[in-house]
């Protein structure tokens, strides 16, 4: 069965650059969710998104900012980047039964 | 957001039944309890849900206090596979778009040979 696809699999970047985080999610889910998970830390949800809509908003930083898009996709901008932004990002998307997690994004900044 | 409250660790032998606890004291009543698990280096999965009727599936079963204050995820024959992070969480009912998931403090699950 198709799963979460998130691209790239590891980012290395510099402070104050700017990173794209990208998530295909599985056909026929309508909603996309984003998480944070820091080191030896548990996740913590960032921004999600349903029918292309901002549903919903946690504990992103002014710096983030995402959307989705007309194919269902979505992206994750990271701008100035701190080194506390190093982490994991997860996206997700629902269906029945519950939220399906992609492998994540290992984004580690320098 | 509702509270809940697992133990930090628990410990099984291989092929033995386990029973994990959650306490949802203040949960509302719209609120679904869900359960997903984490293995390492891996996201989140997701194990089951449930609203007031235990709940099966493939994976494991939900036991639902009656006055919804408490519930049990039962691994019914743990593997080694089994070991992993559980997560309760308390939210919509899954599917929807107001389902964020906030995850808390979960429980260590050992499982050993």
């Known amino acids: 069965a198709a799963g979460v696809i998130q691209s790239p699999r590891h980012l290395i970047k510099e402070k104050r650059e700017t990173a794209t985080l990208k998530c295909y999610p599985i056909?026929?889910?309508?909603?996309v969710y984003w998480y944070q998970q820091g080191p030896g830390q548990d996740p913590q949800f960032l921004i999600s998104f349903y029918e292309k809509m901002q549903s919903d908003k946690g504990s992103i930083p002014d710096r983030f900012s995402a959307q989705q898009f007309s194919d269902y996709h979505s992206e994750l901008n990271m701008s100035s980047l701190e080194l506390g932004d190093s982490a994991l990002y997860f996206c997700?998307?629902?269906?029945?039964?519950?939220?399906?997690f992609g492998p994540g994004t290992r984004l580690t900044v320098l | 957001d509702a509270k809940t409250t697992q133990p930090n660790s628990m410990e099984s032998n291989e092929e033995e039944p386990v029973h994990l606890p959650c306490n949802h004291s203040t949960i509302s009543g719209t609120d679904y309890i869900h359960w997903y698990r984490q293995l390492p280096s891996q996201g989140p999965e997701y194990v089951i849900h449930g609203l007031t009727s235990n709940v099966n599936n493939r994976m494991a079963s939900l036991a639902i206090a009656e006055d919804r204050k408490s519930s049990t995820l039962i691994l019914h024959r743990a593997t080694l596979r089994d070991a992993a992070v559980y997560y309760c969480?308390?939210?919509?009912?899954?599917?929807?778009?107001?389902?964020?998931?906030?995850f808390g403090q979960g429980t260590i699950l050992t499982v050993h040979p």
């Open positions: 969480i308390l939210s919509g009912p899954g599917g929807t778009s107001y389902g964020k998931l906030t």
């Open positions: 056909p026929r889910h309508d909603t």
């Open positions: 997700a998307s629902s269906g029945e039964g519950g939220q399906y």
